[in-house]
């Protein structure tokens, strides 16, 4: 029983971070979001599948379980509250100082606001592969989707992503 | 995108492509200036979205593992209590057994009285009531109604612990004693009525808070005065929900007690704010308190106490 909770601490040590990051950029940002929907997500890993599970195989439960919360909670959610949670987040405080601080946060608010452009079934097989640099079949595995919608929906969200990004550019490019 | 090769080059960065297509499509970026340029741009994609840090500090993610490795029947319960509609129904079913455990008990008290007040009393060691009944011209209080309207109040009154059971909420009243009425029980039904007075206007109170609370805009000039403002309103209250939840735990009031012990710690949050509102904190208990579905709970439980009240 106690190694059993020595190599759940462990996968939970490895991929806690990261699953909340996925959830974080999946949901436009809302972090204590991600991580409730994290933390539930392995709780119900413990509770129902940890030790039926292949070792290998946890991880994609894990994102899989979590991306259908999150879908759960697009369902529920409102702009009032993704508005609230930026306004909120954009006024955390952080340690760094202030002039990185602020690029950070431009730059992230920059990837979450284009990233909200994107289908969630883009949004979500893009941020496997880059985050999480899953392959196209792993990828298919957590969002149960062959792995060639996989390779379109990826190149459909850069080719997206890259026409948005370039307006942009030429837009502030032509307020200077 | 005009290039046929542009789909390919998503995989190449990939490594989705063979060794033989990757080749190809390598050679093709060589002397195709529009794929080179899709090529820096999906990276630059890439290293955008790779370096988004997520905000997460460790010490929640250690009060994460110690929650999910907790034992599994408290975090059951917490579970239950952490859904509004779940807490709110199980809430009911307490009140509800709690309700019907008082009135069953009160009705064999009444029915007691009933039962004294009908039978003629023998020894000076009877009750008030008993006494007014007994001899209503006697009595010392100025307000008293006339003779003739004294036998039908009476009457009234001796009818009343039938009728009383009917009422759904069996919470003392609140308002002075009309002339005639049981005087027996009187000192401890000002007492409760005025505990429940109280807590009727704390939930009120607390309610107005919380709602402020929400609607504090952080982003506007003079926020942090606002927040100043409800902290303080915080700190007067949760020494005022100490003292009810103490009352309602020695009266056995489970629904108002579980309700004050949810609202505690919201407070005791509010009002342990630092000067400069932390925007997380903030957001925090605001989470907290709409997950908790606090200020529906008030709002429904002042109304019932007020009606029970009136």
Request: aromatic share 6%.
């Amino acid at each position: 029983m106690a190694s059993e909770d020595e190599e759940f601490t462990m996968l939970f040590q490895d991929f806690y971070p990261s699953l909340c990051r996925f959830l974080e950029c999946l949901l436009g940002g809302r972090a204590p979001l991600a991580q409730d929907l994290a933390q539930e997500s392995f709780l119900q890993l413990h509770r129902t599948a940890w030790g039926t599970l292949p070792v290998g195989e946890a991880r994609f439960w894990l994102y899989r379980v979590a991306r259908n919360m999150a879908i759960n909670e697009f369902r529920k959610s409102n702009t009032r509250y993704r508005l609230f949670d930026r306004v909120v987040e954009a006024m955390r405080p952080r340690t760094r100082n202030p002039e990185q601080e602020y690029e950070t946060q431009e730059r992230q608010a920059l990837v979450l606001e284009m990233l909200q452009t994107l289908p969630e079934d883009q949004r979500a097989a893009l941020l496997l592969r880059e985050q999480e640099q899953l392959s196209y079949k792993e990828i298919g595995q957590v969002l149960n989707i062959s792995e060639s919608k996989v390779k379109v929906d990826i190149f459909r969200a850069r080719a997206s992503l890259r026409e948005r990004w370039s307006k942009r550019a030429k837009t502030a490019g032509a307020n200077v | 995108m005009s290039c046929s090769f542009t789909e390919k080059i998503s995989s190449l960065i990939d490594g989705e492509l063979s060794q033989t297509e990757a080749r190809e499509v390598e050679q093709h970026v060589l002397n195709c200036s529009e794929c080179e340029q899709v090529r820096a741009d999906f990276l630059s994609l890439r290293s955008q979205i790779a370096s988004y840090e997520s905000s997460l500090e460790l010490t929640v993610q250690n009060r994460a593992l110690k929650k999910i490795l907790a034992p599994r029947r408290s975090a059951g319960l917490r579970w239950a209590f952490a859904t509004p509609a779940v807490a709110f129904a199980t809430l009911l079913i307490i009140g509800a057994i709690v309700g019907l455990l008082f009135y069953q008990s009160k009705r064999a008290s009444q029915s007691q009285t009933t039962a004294e007040v009908q039978t003629p009393a023998p020894a000076p060691s009877a009750s008030v009531e008993k006494n007014k009944q007994a001899a209503p011209e006697a009595s010392p209080e100025p307000s008293r109604e006339t003779p003739s309207t004294a036998p039908n109040k009476n009457e009234k009154e001796t009818t009343r612990p039938k009728r009383e059971p009917a009422t759904p909420i069996k919470r003392p009243l609140v308002r002075e004693p009309k002339p005639g009425e049981q005087f027996a029980s009187v000192p401890e039904r000002v007492r409760s009525a005025d505990t429940e007075t109280m807590t009727a206007m704390h939930f009120e109170t607390s309610e107005t808070l919380l709602l402020a609370f929400k609607n504090v805009r952080l982003d506007e000039p003079g926020a942090a005065a606002e927040v100043s403002h409800e902290r303080k309103r915080a700190k007067q209250l949760v020494y005022q929900n100490m003292m009810l939840r103490r009352e309602a735990d020695t009266a056995g009031d489970v629904q108002i007690s579980s309700l004050l012990e949810s609202l505690e710690p919201i407070l005791i949050d509010i009002a342990n704010l630092p000067d400069q509102p932390d925007a997380e904190a903030i957001r925090i208990i605001r989470e907290r308190v709409e997950r908790k579905n606090i200020v529906a709970l008030l709002r429904v439980n002042s109304t019932a106490l007020a009606r029970a009240l009136d």
